[in-house]
């Protein structure tokens, strides 16, 4: 009976973070959601392109089921092909097929018991649990929200946790403009010493 609830509780955490990556979509038009916003190219659909590809990963192959989601860029020959959207991959595509990943990772999720076993083949065939699996995925997932966090502030200063709850002190521009800016004036002063 436990067992059932830690398996809630992981999934709900994973749930919450691909709520919160999502989110960070929301009102955006194709050049915001697609361009590069650190000299590594961090983008915004280029964190749920990837995100997809670990779920149908991790909660299909890891466990030998095919979660029927198909990971065309996955053939590709370039390093991080994952991370960006090319411009014939739709907006409407990338994310329908985000969504399709997440309800088919949730069959395995509700299907498995936590001690199921499965192997990792890109950590050297390590034996893991879905317990394990679970845990690894939320934290992935949720480095990825946090992640897309940065980068929407980046694009229009949209800032916050979720969309009922920011989990922040205040949405005012002033005040956060003041704060950024003694918050650079510490960091000078710490810097001359």
Not at 186 to 191: I, L, M, N, T
Request: charged share 25%; net charge negative; aromatic share 6%.
């Amino acid at each position: 009976m436990a067992s059932d609830g830690f398996k809630d509780d992981l999934h709900g955490y994973l749930r919450g973070a691909r709520d919160a990556l999502m989110w960070k979509l929301d009102g955006l038009g194709e050049y915001d959601l697609r361009r590069p916003l650190t000299p590594t190219g961090t983008n915004l659909l280029g964190l749920v392109k990837h995100s997809t590809g670990s779920h149908v990963r991790y909660l299909g192959e890891v466990f030998g089921r095919d979660l029927g989601v198909p990971l065309p860029w996955s053939s590709a020959s370039e390093p991080n092909v994952d991370l960006w959207a090319t411009p014939d991959e739709t907006t409407k595509d990338i994310v329908a097929r985000y969504r399709d990943a997440c309800s088919a990772g949730d069959a395995t999720i509700e299907e498995l018991d936590l001690d199921a076993a499965g192997r990792v083949p890109w950590w050297g065939d390590e034996v893991v649990t879905l317990h394990h699996v679970l845990a690894h995925l939320t934290s992935e997932t949720q480095r990825h929200a946090g992640h897309a966090d940065i980068v929407r502030e980046l694009i229009d200063g949209s800032a916050g946790l979720l969309p009922v709850m920011s989990n922040l002190p205040t949405d005012d521009s002033s005040w956060w403009a003041g704060r950024r800016q003694r918050i650079e004036d510490a960091a000078r002063k710490a810097a001359d010493g």
